[in-house]
């Protein structure tokens, strides 16, 4: 069965610092991973995908994330945090079986100290 | 307008009332998702349909009654729901191809009094 774990429901980290978000999944085929980000009250907006070809992929925001097929990871990092990078994060696969169908993991929130 | 509009964006019902949550795309999509998000729990999907079929009910209590006239528009009929109903309610589209993902509006949040 195809599943997403994100590592950490909560991760803190000051102004300035790396930002490191964990993703791992399983699939049978070669997967198709999002990651999302929620800001308050609000829907979740995509930031980056991988598809195919290069395995690392940038998004908006200045967030990147690697796909590592021998890892099974798809972890989400940015080099400096900023105070408007606080949200929650959601990693995603794709189902290929079921036309486009997507499994969330269960989220992390980002917290950003001054 | 472009994107997906969730109307309205607060409601607060009564445990009697009857209200309806309303979703609109116009980007041409043909699949339409129902989310529920309660605070401190992961995304709950409710319902998907595809080209106006239903083709996935995950075991929703009938309170919560799902409406798709065509591929544009999704709907979500409330009727005598409990407290624990309350929540952000979002909806979502996809183009039912494996590298869209999807695009979701901006919820309703839900108070059931």
């Known amino acids: 069965a195809q599943s997403v774990t994100q590592l950490g429901s909560h991760v803190s980290v000051s102004e300035g610092a790396l930002v490191l978000l964990r993703c791992n999944y399983s699939s049978s085929v070669p997967p198709y991973l999002f990651w999302y980000v929620q800001y308050p009250n609000q829907g979740l907006q995509l930031l980056l995908k991988?598809?195919?070809?290069?395995?690392l992929v940038k998004g908006i925001n200045g967030f990147e994330a690697e796909f590592k097929k021998s890892e099974t990871s798809f972890h989400l990092t940015k080099p400096s945090a900023h105070m408007s990078d606080a949200a929650e994060y959601f990693c995603?696969?794709?189902?290929?079986?079921?036309?486009?169908?997507?499994?969330f993991g269960q989220g992390t929130e980002l917290s950003v100290k001054p | 307008e472009t994107g997906v509009t969730q109307t309205p964006r607060h409601l607060v019902m009564g445990m009697t009332n009857k209200k309806s949550l309303k979703c609109e795309q116009h980007l041409g999509h043909n699949a339409m998702y129902w989310y529920k998000q309660s605070a401190k729990k992961p995304l709950e999907l409710m319902f998907v349909y595809n080209f106006k079929e239903q083709t996935e009910n995950n075991s929703v209590p009938s309170r919560f009654s799902p409406e798709c006239p065509n591929s544009s528009h999704l709907f979500l009929h409330l009727h005598t729901l409990q407290p624990e109903d309350s929540a952000l309610y979002l909806c979502?589209?996809?183009?039912?191809?494996?590298?869209?993902?999807?695009?979701f509006g901006s919820g309703t949040r839900l108070t059931v009094v």
């Open positions: 979502a589209s996809s183009q039912d191809r494996r590298d869209n993902g999807y695009t």
């Open positions: 991988y598809t195919t070809g290069a395995t």
């Open positions: 995603a696969v794709c189902l290929d079986n079921q036309g486009g169908k997507l499994i």
